[in-house]
């Protein structure tokens, strides 16, 4: 089985994202929330009023997996939704504008951690740039 350099990359990029995600659960978890979880309340908070299905897009959620996370979330009190004509609005209540005052600024301390604890400032910048890039890539190919 040949790998090249590109494959390798992908699976690394893939296991760190498996990893950052564990490891945010572990932390999240003395807040009751999950990482997911935490990724929705700071989409809807971006961007709210905002519809179930731009949300969907946004958090690369299917729309039946979107359901399910926004019930639950919903039943905690942290988003409400209103529905006009065909379209379900989505807001962050004051619960859930609390929650993610509560856990935002740990969280991201927590997460740039990760970056800071074993890369310079250089190497930072350098990757972010590569990232951007093959994001950008990316973005141009589902277009």
């Given at each position: ?73 919903e039943q905690l009190g942290w988003i409400e939704r209103q529905k006009e004509w ?56 589902l277009s």
């Amino acid at each position: 089985m040949h790998q090249t350099r590109a494959s390798l990359i992908w699976v690394r990029l893939a296991r760190f994202h498996e990893q950052s995600n564990s490891l945010s659960n572990q932390f999240l978890a003395s807040f009751d929330l999950t990482s997911s979880q935490f990724d929705l309340l700071v989409q809807i908070a971006s961007h709210e009023p905002i519809t179930q299905q731009q949300l969907a897009s946004k958090v690369l959620v299917s729309e039946g997996g979107i359901s399910r996370s926004l019930k639950r979330i919903e039943q905690l009190g942290w988003i409400e939704r209103q529905k006009e004509w065909k379209t379900n609005w989505i807001r962050l209540t004051k619960k859930g504008a609390d929650k993610l005052e509560e856990v935002y600024d740990q969280q991201v301390a927590f997460q740039s951690a990760l970056f800071e604890d074993c890369l310079c400032e250089e190497e930072q910048k350098q990757l972010y740039y590569l990232l951007s890039k093959l994001q950008k890539n990316t973005e141009n190919k589902l277009s």
